[in-house]
């Protein structure tokens, strides 16, 4: 479920939890913020470390890659300046 705002996933916590655990065997216990939806959710997973947003997966690939490619682009800029360097020895 979506909420607005977190008080409103507050309130229904209050209001709604023990018929959900009733019927579900579990009690959303705390709300949490997303990026992905902006708005605010509701569970019963206590542990809020656990939950990894999509926009924080893409930034770690994207950094991952950004590490590579300047890596390879390192790599080739001096590959040129070598092969310069080498092109002005044989032509002395």
């Known amino acids: ?18 018929e959900i655990k009733s019927q579900t065997g579990y009690c959303p216990t705390r709300t949490y913020y997303c990026v992905s939806c902006c708005g605010f959710h509701v569970t019963s997973k206590t542990d809020s470390s656990v939950i990894v947003s999509k926009t924080d997966i893409v930034l770690e690939k994207y950094r991952e890659y950004k ?26």
Not at 1 to 18: S, V
Request: charged share 45%.
């Open 1 to 18: 479920m979506l909420f607005e705002t977190e008080k409103k996933a507050q309130t229904f916590i209050k209001f709604n939890g023990d």
């Open 67 to 92: 590490v590579v490619h300047d890596e390879k682009n390192r790599v080739n800029k001096e590959k040129q300046r070598l092969r310069k360097l080498e092109k002005k020895k044989l032509m002395m």
